[in-house]
């Protein structure tokens, strides 16, 4: 199985473009049989650091350079179908041509670039832990709830501890705090009981509010009018 981001919304913001995937796709190869990983692996990659090397008009269709370098999903599912034929088939080398239906948000559309890293980590983690053998079926929004706690608790941690108020880790745990938020509000819709995680909550935005209060405090100190 192959993860992919998908699902992008386009969105301006003072005058500048960007990009944001609000759901995956999920492409299915084939199985590889346990004493064949290695060499699947090793092949998925060899095959991988030559394909991205091409540039230019060497990136077109046709021979070996069929594949390019965007490295769009259907681009790596080629890359695995290749590998597996060669680990598995005892196949000779060849090119499988990939097909399209992802979207282009590659970095030569320009805009902000996409930080896609957790993004393709967290849909993943949601596959996995929503396959038949899993019984809970809201395990992952629960487990990213957590992790959205754990977050913004450390955050919260390097604040006090700095004696800072840090604007980009403000920030940062503002956006942690509502993604918390979001998880539990769309799980209590579900009759989940999500008592915990609305404690934790407010406390780490009473603690954030407290940080905040304090650095403004000390920032006006410094503003005073001097004494005539």
Request: proline share 3%.
């Amino acid at each position: 199985w192959l993860a992919a981001k998908d699902k992008w919304t386009f969105a301006v913001h003072n005058r500048i473009f960007h990009s944001n995937s609000c759901g995956y796709s999920v492409i299915q190869n084939d199985s590889v049989p346990v004493e064949n990983f290695p060499v699947f692996c090793n092949q998925f990659n060899a095959i991988f650091e030559k394909a991205i090397l091409q540039r230019g008009d060497r990136r077109s269709a046709g021979g070996d350079n069929g594949r390019g370098h965007q490295r769009t999903p259907q681009f790596i599912s080629s890359i695995l179908t290749d590998a597996f034929h060669f680990s598995v088939n005892n196949s000779a080398s060849q090119t499988t041509q990939p097909r399209g239906g992802a979207t282009d948000v590659g970095v030569h559309t320009g805009g902000i670039p996409r930080s896609t890293c957790w993004s393709i980590i967290a849909a993943s983690l949601r596959f996995l832990l929503r396959l038949p053998k899993f019984k809970d079926i809201f395990l992952f929004e629960f487990f990213k709830a957590d992790f959205d706690v754990w977050v913004a608790e450390d955050f919260l941690s390097k604040l006090s501890s700095q004696n800072s108020g840090n604007s980009t880790l403000i920030n940062a745990t503002m956006d942690v705090l509502s993604s918390l938020a979001l998880y539990s509000s769309s799980l209590a819709e579900k009759g989940q009981d999500v008592s915990r995680l609305e404690m934790k909550c407010k406390s780490c935005r009473t603690l954030l509010d407290t940080i905040v209060g304090q650095k403004m405090v000390e920032n006006a100190s410094r503003l005073t009018f001097p004494d005539l």
